[in-house]
């Protein structure tokens, strides 16, 4: 059974670091590519950004270059997205999702991560 | 401000067809048969129901169906159930070798 499992919420601070994992299984990690993607509170969907584990080929959303870092550790099937310095407009639910190629959908998603950013 | 076009609510009785429309452009939506649609139910993660426009996962209940024409994309239910009331929204690929999102769609089962 394929599953992505995501690590769980976090409470940070403006200006605080903060890095979210994804744990792929069921499947072999390293073939299929890993997106992410935001939903502010009761807002809709938003692309982020996806990662090829395999060997590491990164591609950004526009909105989102240089405000998140992706990546993976294709060693223990695992992507992350990090903030290295957080804002209070990141509270937002975070979630992973899997596809089989750049041009195909989100067939399998992360159960979320709630990011809350409040001073 | 999503790049693709839903419109906010929809709803229908139990029992009847609803139709939830996404509009694009040339460069997502018009251009490419990679549109999917998502059922997200609150404080869950989206469900895929429908991807590459008309082409069911399996599991997911043949009352739910996809097409398109031109820019715009649609997703029919069809013999409305109140499990069935959720927020939908539509993705494309695009041009820009990324993927949109439409807006949302929450669909009222009255």
């Known amino acids: 059974e394929v599953q992505l499992v995501q690590s769980g919420a976090e409470v940070k601070k403006p200006g605080e670091s903060l890095k979210i994992s994804c744990k792929g299984s069921?499947?072999?990690?390293?073939?299929?590519?890993i997106g992410w993607v935001r939903q502010m509170p009761g807002k809709g969907l938003e692309w982020m950004g996806i990662?090829?584990?395999?060997?590491?080929?990164?591609r950004y959303s526009p909105s989102f270059q240089g405000q998140v870092t992706i990546s993976a550790d294709k060693s223990i099937s695992t992507a992350y997205l990090q903030w290295s310095s957080l804002k209070a407009s990141d509270t937002a639910m975070y979630y992973c999702?899997?596809?089989?190629?750049?041009?195909?959908?989100?067939?399998?998603w992360g159960q979320g991560t709630l990011v809350t950013v409040s001073s | 401000q999503s790049a693709l076009t839903q419109p906010a609510s929809v709803s229908g009785s139990p029992g009847q067809s609803i139709t939830i429309s996404c509009t694009g452009t040339?460069?997502?939506?018009?251009?490419?048969?990679?549109v999917s649609w998502y059922q997200q139910h609150p404080g869950k993660a989206p469900k895929l129901m429908i991807y590459e426009v008309s082409n069911r996962p399996s599991g997911v209940s043949n009352r739910f169906s996809g097409s398109k024409s031109g820019n715009t994309a649609s997703l029919t239910i069809s013999g409305l159930q109140a499990e069935d009331e959720a927020d939908y929204y539509c993705s494309s690929y695009t041009s820009s070798s990324t993927l949109e999102f439409g807006g949302g769609t929450k669909l009222t089962v009255l």
């Open positions: 999702a899997r596809r089989v190629n750049l041009v195909a959908t989100i067939d399998y």
């Open positions: 069921g499947y072999s990690f390293t073939s299929y590519w």
């Open positions: 990662i090829y584990p395999g060997d590491s080929d990164t």
């Open positions: 040339s460069s997502d939506v018009g251009g490419y048969n990679y």
